[in-house]
């Protein structure tokens, strides 16, 4: 009897696990969500006995910018309950903030199971360069970004007396830091897209020009100013990050992949 030709196994194989029903699959992101909740709580707590420390590294820069203009150096409330309230809410976004990793890992483990053996290596570097990320955006929108539009808005206003209050001062905070975060996440976002084959290094490459337009379009609604200075501020790190995006997008993509793999079967 002929021996039958075996067949070659698969090299990018999924893990032996039934397939997850539609119900299965709201079941663990039940579950997930619960660990995340549970997490961020404890975070909260832990983050609450610190808040006020928290919320004075937070006003910081408007502090800076009064000074510098010669100006009270004091943030107002109109509302008796309003402080509380802004420390339950730092509270919650910085115990969110420190609890990112586990928060992270559950989001991995909800979707790892419909990915393939070699791409699940990824959870490591996933997890630190999208809190790395993170963190150099946050870090760079509070130490460039906001202080220079601060002191540009404060000193256009200098002819008025500000009066501050912490919630509007806090809301602008947190959309510059944390719109600045997420913006240093596009590398993270391009190396998910490439791996699903969604986008490629040469699309990317090819409509180079258009991203920048783009680019300086969302850099000029973002930014809480008008002028020029500060959307270049804005749109620098953005450019920079599009650029890495593509090499990241030439890394992972199927095809380079693939190429890869016939190039080495053929040494």
Same mark, same amino acid.
């Given at each position: 009897?002929?021996?039958?030709?075996?067949?070659?196994?698969?090299?990018?194989?999924?893990?032996?696990?039934?397939?997850?029903?539609?119900?299965?699959?709201?079941?663990?992101?039940?579950?997930?969500?619960?660990?995340?909740?549970?997490?961020?709580?404890?975070?909260?707590?832990?983050?609450?006995?610190?808040?006020?420390?928290?919320?004075?590294?937070?006003?910081?820069?408007?502090?800076?910018?009064?000074?510098?203009?010669?100006?009270?150096?004091? =943030?107002?409330?109109?509302? /008796?309950?309003?402080? !509380?309230? @802004?420390? *339950?809410?730092?509270?919650?976004? &910085? +115990?969110?903030? %420190?609890?990112?990793?586990?928060?992270?890992?559950?989001?991995?483990?909800?979707?790892?199971?419909?990915?393939?053996?070699?791409?699940?290596?990824?959870?490591?570097?996933?997890?630190?360069?999208?809190?790395?990320?993170?963190?150099?955006?946050?870090?760079?929108?509070?130490?460039?970004?906001?202080?220079?539009?601060?002191?540009?808005?404060?000193?256009?206003?200098?002819?008025?007396?500000?009066?501050?209050?912490?919630?509007?001062?806090?809301?602008?905070?947190?959309?510059?830091?944390?719109?600045?975060? =997420?913006?240093?996440?596009? /590398?993270?976002?391009? !190396?998910? @897209?490439? *791996?699903?084959?969604?986008?490629? &290094? +040469?699309?990317? %490459?090819?409509?180079?020009?258009?991203?920048?337009?783009?680019?300086?379009?969302?850099?000029?609604?973002?930014?809480?100013?008008?002028?020029?200075?500060?959307?270049?501020?804005?749109?620098?790190?953005?450019?920079?990050?599009?650029?890495?995006?593509?090499?990241?997008?030439?890394?992972?993509?199927?095809?380079?992949?693939?190429?890869?793999?016939?190039?080495?079967?053929?040494?």
């Amino acid at each position: 009897m002929p021996d039958v030709a075996e067949v070659p196994p698969v090299e990018e194989e999924k893990d032996a696990m039934p397939t997850m029903g539609f119900l299965d699959h709201l079941e663990e992101l039940r579950r997930r969500l619960v660990y995340s909740i549970a997490a961020v709580a404890v975070g909260f707590f832990a983050c609450w006995w610190k808040v006020e420390k928290i919320y004075e590294y937070m006003q910081r820069p408007i502090i800076d910018a009064l000074r510098a203009n010669g100006m009270a150096e004091k =943030l107002v409330y109109l509302n /008796p309950t309003e402080p !509380f309230n @802004l420390y *339950l809410k730092i509270a919650a976004l &910085a +115990g969110l903030f %420190l609890m990112s990793p586990f928060v992270l890992y559950q989001v991995w483990m909800f979707i790892s199971p419909g990915l393939y053996r070699k791409e699940k290596k990824y959870v490591v570097p996933f997890m630190v360069s999208t809190i790395t990320l993170f963190v150099c955006g946050g870090l760079f929108g509070y130490k460039i970004v906001y202080p220079a539009a601060l002191n540009f808005l404060i000193n256009f206003g200098k002819q008025f007396q500000p009066m501050i209050t912490i919630g509007e001062y806090t809301s602008l905070f947190l959309s510059i830091i944390l719109g600045m975060g =997420l913006i240093f996440e596009m /590398p993270i976002l391009v !190396f998910f @897209l490439s *791996l699903m084959g969604i986008v490629s &290094a +040469g699309f990317m %490459l090819k409509n180079f020009r258009y991203s920048i337009l783009v680019i300086f379009i969302l850099a000029a609604i973002v930014t809480p100013t008008t002028d020029i200075l500060n959307m270049c501020i804005f749109a620098a790190p953005m450019i920079a990050l599009y650029a890495v995006s593509i090499g990241v997008a030439w890394l992972v993509h199927p095809k380079t992949r693939a190429a890869r793999r016939e190039k080495q079967a053929a040494k």
